[in-house]
Structures are given as structure tokens and as C-alpha cells.
């Protein structure tokens, strides 16, 4: 089983549009992070998030850590092709010596 | 200051043969994980290392794959005897601490494709 699940696998969106994607679990964590990975490059960290039901912008992406620190959200506004890459979702493992990631979604922003 | 530092970038190999795959960390960080990465996957987790120290390996397969953090130089990774199945990106990653709220630098990986 996925500890965590992101959702959609895929998305693709014409430039300009708004669009939100998701990572769930029934786990309770202490942090999570997000990572946006462009093609033939490692992921990059774009933001942790700590405490429950908090929200941090960086320009037009705007992450939401669930009140029970279960689930986030990242939601892109205006979306630009250079959006375009996977965003994983990551966590540290039950005895912190680990990052594990989620599947990631693709998105896609068409110009 | 350099980030992760990988190479090669690309590592063409015949099955049965041996893969070595190098990683130098972020100056000053003590700490290297590597995963793997499938097309179309997220990145799974294969072995962490503190200098010269193995901590968990639980995501490496038992066998043919063994990886090393030596006192001097890099990282390494090594796949022995490598069947098609190998073929993958290799990425590795280096963090200060293993704090929580740890980041983690990742390198650009290796794409290794095994004929």
C-alpha cells in the first residue's frame, strides 16, 4: 500500500487556468513537503509545511496542510508552461531516517 | 558551493555487466540516500548512508546492489550482474541532518539503461 496518494496521476491544462492537486493519506505526520521535479533533473524542494491546517503562498502556488495533518493540497493560480513538471508530495518515514515521496502528478500546461 | 554532484549522467550497460554510479554531496552534509526512479513513478527509496555507515537499506534489493559512503570521496552505488529491470534514473540526495523538517538536495541523477 501507497502511504501516500497523489491525485490526479495526470493533468493537463491550457495556459492560464486554475487547478488543484491533492495528497492524501490516513497517516498523521509532523511535516510534509512538496518537491517539483522537471524532466531529466532531481526534485526540488518547493515548500514544508508543519502545522495543521496552515497555508503558504510562494507567488501563484498556494499549499494547505489538512487541520489533521493528514492530507495537503497545492493549488496553482494562472497556471504558465513553466508550471509544467511533477510535483511529489514526501514525507519523513516512521523513524525519521527517510524521506518517502508519493507517485507524483504530472501536469502538463499547454500554451 | 556545488550542490549534489552525479555522475555518470547517462550509463549504457550490457546485461551481466557491473553499474557504478558516483555522488558526491553538498560540502558539509554527512548524510546520502539514493532512489530509484521508473518512468511515470515517483522516486523510491533504496539505502541511507551516514559516512562510512550504512543506517537503512531496507528499499535495496538483497542482492547484486550494494552501496558505500567511504571516510574520503563519494558515494557509491553499485549494481553487479544488472538485468534489463535495472534500467532506471538513480538519484541521489543529501541532507545536514535528518531532522524532521529536513531538506533534501538532490542531484540530477544518473539514467541507466542496460541492452
Known amino acids: 500500500t501507497q502511504l501516500l496518494e497523489q491525485s490526479p496521476q495526470f493533468l493537463s491544462i491550457q495556459e492560464g487556468e486554475n487547478l488543484t492537486v491533492y495528497c492524501n493519506s490516513s497517516?498523521?505526520?509532523?511535516?510534509l513537503q512538496w518537491y517539483r521535479q522537471e524532466p531529466g533533473e532531481g526534485p526540488v524542494l518547493l515548500v514544508t509545511?508543519?502545522?495543521?491546517?496552515e497555508v503558504k503562498k510562494l507567488k501563484r502556488l498556494t499549499f494547505q496542510f489538512g487541520d489533521a495533518r493528514k492530507d495537503s493540497s497545492l493549488h496553482i493560480t494562472a497556471a504558465q508552461p513553466g508550471d509544467t513538471g511533477l510535483y511529489l508530495c514526501?514525507?519523513?518515514?516512521?523513524?525519521?531516517?527517510?524521506?518517502?515521496f508519493g507517485k507524483g502528478t504530472r501536469l502538463h500546461i499547454l500554451p | 558551493n556545488a550542490g549534489v554532484m552525479q555522475n555518470p549522467r547517462h550509463l549504457v550497460r550490457r546485461r551481466g555487466q557491473e553499474a557504478r554510479l558516483r555522488c558526491s554531496p553538498v560540502?558539509?552534509?554527512?548524510?546520502v540516500y539514493w532512489y530509484r526512479q521508473l518512468p511515470e513513478e515517483g522516486l523510491k527509496f533504496m539505502v541511507y548512508?551516514?559516512?562510512?555507515?550504512?543506517?537503512?537499506e531496507s528499499g535495496m534489493p538483497k542482492e547484486r546492489f550494494s552501496a558505500e559512503f567511504p571516510k574520503e570521496g563519494p558515494s557509491i552505488l553499485r549494481i553487479q550482474q544488472v538485468v534489463r529491470g535495472d534500467s532506471a534514473a538513480y538519484f541521489c540526495?543529501?541532507?545536514?541532518?535528518?531532522?524532521?523538517?529536513?531538506?533534501?538536495?538532490f542531484g540530477s541523477g544518473t539514467q541507466l539503461s542496460v541492452l
Open positions: 540526495a543529501s541532507s545536514f541532518s535528518i531532522a524532521t523538517n529536513e531538506k533534501l538536495f
Open positions: 497517516s498523521v505526520f509532523s511535516s
Open positions: 509545511v508543519v502545522t495543521g491546517g
Open positions: 514526501a514525507v519523513w518515514g516512521n523513524r525519521d531516517d527517510k524521506i518517502i
Open positions: 560540502k558539509g552534509h554527512s548524510h
Open positions: 548512508l551516514q559516512k562510512e555507515n550504512i543506517i537503512d
